[in-house]
């Protein structure tokens, strides 16, 4: 049997050296170990599962949390606010980039950077309102 990483509530592997993880609203867990549960009883829901352990004691199931906070309306906000506010590089800005940073972002794949931002945004939108 091969042991696979955790994956979080996107489907995104975690690294086992992931020390923070988030819920839905944002609010941070602190993570200090990862068990991996066996069991040879396969009716178990909690037999052969990832479990992240807090600095609490609590240990939290890798698919009901997030590797990175989850979007809202607020960050899109201010991202969009960003991108508004800058003197110059609108796209650079909203992705949080500066104009000297293109081969470590997104928007850098060949296309007009404004049109991968309004791109993104519009995916943002969707998948706020709960549309795939």
């Known amino acids: ?3 696979e990483l ?14 923070a993880l988030f819920n839905r609203v944002g609010n941070v867990y602190s993570i200090v ?5 066996t069991d040879f009883d396969s ?7 990832w479990r992240a352990i807090t600095d609490r004691g609590f240990a939290l199931d890798p698919a009901l949390v997030y590797l990175a906070p989850p979007d809202s309306w607020e960050k899109l906000e201010e991202d969009l606010r960003r991108g ?8 650079c800005a909203y992705f949080g980039k500066s104009a000297c ?12 950077c404004e049109r ?12 706020l309102r709960g549309e795939d």
């Open 116 to 127: 991968v931002a309004m791109s993104d945004i519009a995916d943002r939108i969707r998948k």
């Open 84 to 91: 508004a506010d800058a003197l110059n590089y609108e796209a």
């Open 43 to 49: 009716s178990d829901g909690w037999s052969n599962k």
């Open 33 to 37: 170990r990862w068990t991996f549960t």
């Open 101 to 112: 940073d293109c081969s470590s972002c997104i928007a850098d794949k060949g296309e007009a």
């Open 1 to 3: 049997m091969s042991i």
């Open 6 to 19: 955790p994956k979080d509530a996107e489907g995104r592997e975690i690294p086992l050296d992931t020390v």
